[in-house]
């Protein structure tokens, strides 16, 4: 019986083996092939080039992609006990991590000139608080709180230090810390070691998302609705486009993730989130400033089923003994 156990695990970890190089192999040669195929079409197509480079670009990004699909599956199971238990964290929790920390820090290409730094320092300190921004912030920074803690993570303590990421915005090219942004998110801090836990969280903060999206509450004429899922994405530069697809990402899919955490199904977390975004689309229509159109609540119903496809995942390993 004493050797089963070593032979058993190291079984498991030749199929772990087996099946990462699996899992790195196949999605880059399926990118490829399919990369090569569309490039191979373009030599027919009137205005287009096929390009070796467009080629090899899309293999290194199907690379990259499947090196981060591999790290998320790193953290979001984790061997413990002597490799013989296997704990395995709240996935969606760590998935909307992940946005948040790439919404805050996309595109993390360094800033290579001193003016700049100076200009963005100034305007730090000259640009007075907004109100919205630091609710919106505090909100953020709690509800980040609570998703280290459900990923396992010692929560108060990593919180503390994620202020951090307010002044790494000065070495990111085309970010602009704000004093609104980091006072918000020492008051999350400081609210979140005060009360960890609240059954209040969800809607309260869906109250701050309706309340940021009917800022700054001054009507005016009628504006058209666009019925268009993410046109406005398309028609914006794509740094902007993928960080604000980041931060919606992470707003929305925590609030379905906070209401689904205080007992209610995922259906109904998202038809709620959902109803509340269409409101707002709506009354945006008489606000300036915004674009009433359809994107945030198809958006939201996308991301609801991409956090339920994580919640039906299951370790590879399932633990041997109770803990």
Known sequence: MALYVPVGMAGHLAFLRRGRLASLFYPV???TTLSATVEMVQLFVPGRACSGFDLLDNMLGTVVGVGLGLGYESLSTRLDAGNYLRR???R???ALLLCWLASVLFPLFPVMWLGVYRAKLFRFVT???EPVACLVAAATWYAVGQLMAAAMFPARKILRYSIIVVPLQFLVVTRQPTLSLFLGACAGILVFHLAPTTRLAGPIFLGFILFRGL????PAGLHPFSWVPF????????ETGIRILFEKGFLYGT???LLRR???SFAASSVIVCSVLILIEILQMWLPGHVPEVTDPVLALLIAFGLGRLAAVRPAIQPDHAP
């Open 215 to 218: 800022a700054p509450f001054h």
């Open 255 to 257: 609030a379905i993730w």
């Open 88 to 90: 395995v964290p709240d």
């Open 231 to 238: 046109g406005g994405f398309l028609d914006m530069e794509w």
């Open 127 to 129: 640009t007075v608080p």
């Open 29 to 31: 040669l399926i990118g």
């Open 262 to 264: 205080q007992g209610g």
């Open 92 to 94: 969606q929790s760590l």
